[in-house]
């Protein structure tokens, strides 16, 4: 038994891979390599037009976030673009001036820049979100704010 691999790189496309097949004398499976673009945009959430990249060198930061059942998140502003996948529950954020979005399990959420907002977990299970920032070095990905109005 062999694998075949055709590799397909189209530019403005999500497919990176056209095909994978297993090759056997009967060829009677051939599992294909999938792919679903979760979201392309340049807007944040909230509708907000992203800011022009950071001039110099990126520095791109992966993070896992848990947020466990009933936890919030304070309240914060993201100096640099991120954007995640929401992989486990349901997560609200809220933003200073009260619009909310609910991101659910295996979409893909566009976090607001330099406004701020927090997340809430109002759900019975442990939120697990992959967050994706495009960062410089020593840039900070989140800044707290511990004293902004609570509600």
Known sequence: MM???????????ATLFSSCEKA???NDETPKVKSVELIRTS???DGVALPDYLQG???LVAVKYVFPAGQKLGWHH????NYGVLVQGELTIIGADGKEKVVHEG????????TIHHGENRGKKDV?????YLSQEGKELAVQHPNYPQD
Do not use: D, K
């Open 43 to 45: 807007q944040s959430w």
């Open 107 to 114: 979409e893909a959420v566009v976090e607001m820049v330099n």
């Open 57 to 59: 060198r990126p520095e």
């Open 78 to 81: 993201h100096p640099v673009m």
């Open 24 to 26: 056997n004398a009967n």
């Open 3 to 13: 694998w075949v691999l055709a590799a397909t790189l189209t530019i403005g496309s």
């Open 128 to 132: 697990i979100l992959y967050m994706f």
